[in-house]
Every structure is written in structure tokens, then in C-alpha cells.
């Protein structure tokens, strides 16, 4: 192969992946945002998640507190897994530079086909629900 072609191709590559990064954390930010109306709805009565198997143990007043301190550390969280996805970035980067060129041609080759096969898996999913029934019968 021309090395002008591996070199477009490992420049593409690595557009993707900070394409692919700035969408993940972008993303992260937009979920946070909440109708305002929504959020004075919220302080009449705090909602969250329990942590697993408490649904049953606790009264109603200890899931209050369980929601509040769940609101106490939840930008605090956030800020965190921002953080770590930008690291995360840095190292997939930092990795992926060392890489030859034929190794990042690979790579992405098989990056594609494997996001092929998860496109093709998401359109059958209604397909693999009905086979089970029909080996039951």
C-alpha cells in the first residue's frame, strides 16, 4: 500500500477517536440539564435511585436522606467521570501512537466490522426474541 494512503487513513482514524471522545463527553453534559419546572417539582419530593436490594429495607424518610446525599455528591461525581474519560482519551491516544502504521490500518478495520456486527445485532434483536419460542415448541 502507498504510504500517503496509510498516513490518510491513520490521520482519519485518529479524527474519528477525538470525534468519537469530544461526542461521549459533550453528551455527558447535555444529560445534567433539566426543565426548570421539572426541578421544582423535584424539591417537593427528591428522587433518585436506591442502591440495590434497600427498596424493601428502608422507610420512606431514610430514602429521602439516601436521595439527598445522592443530589449532595452528584455534580461532584460527574465532574469525576468527565475527568476520567478525558484520561481515558489521553491513553487510547497515547497507545494508539504506537502503533504502526499497518497495525492502526488493522485496528480500525477491525473496529468497523465489529460496529457492523452491532449495527446488524440491533436490527435483528425483535428476531432473536421470537427464536427462542419457536425451539420451545
Not at 42 to 52: H, N, T
Request: charged residues 35%.
Amino acid at each position: 500500500m502507498p504510504a500517503a494512503f496509510l498516513k490518510k487513513l491513520v490521520v482519519a482514524a485518529t479524527a474519528t477517536t477525538l470525534v468519537i471522545a469530544a461526542v461521549s463527553l459533550n453528551s455527558i453534559g447535555q444529560e445534567k440539564k433539566a426543565d426548570p419546572k421539572a426541578k421544582a417539582g423535584a424539591k417537593d419530593k427528591a428522587k433518585g435511585r436506591l442502591p440495590a436490594y434497600y427498596k424493601d429495607v428502608v422507610s420512606d424518610e431514610q430514602k429521602e436522606k439516601i436521595y439527598a446525599i445522592q443530589a449532595k455528591y452528584e455534580k461532584q461525581i460527574a465532574d469525576l467521570q468527565s475527568q476520567l474519560e478525558t484520561v481515558r482519551a489521553q491513553q487510547n491516544g497515547e497507545i494508539e501512537a504506537l502503533l504502526t502504521p499497518e497495525q492502526k490500518e488493522k485496528v480500525a478495520k477491525e473496529r468497523a466490522e465489529a460496529d457492523s456486527k452491532k449495527k446488524a445485532g440491533k436490527k435483528g434483536d425483535g428476531d432473536k426474541a421470537a427464536k427462542p419460542a419457536d425451539k420451545a415448541k
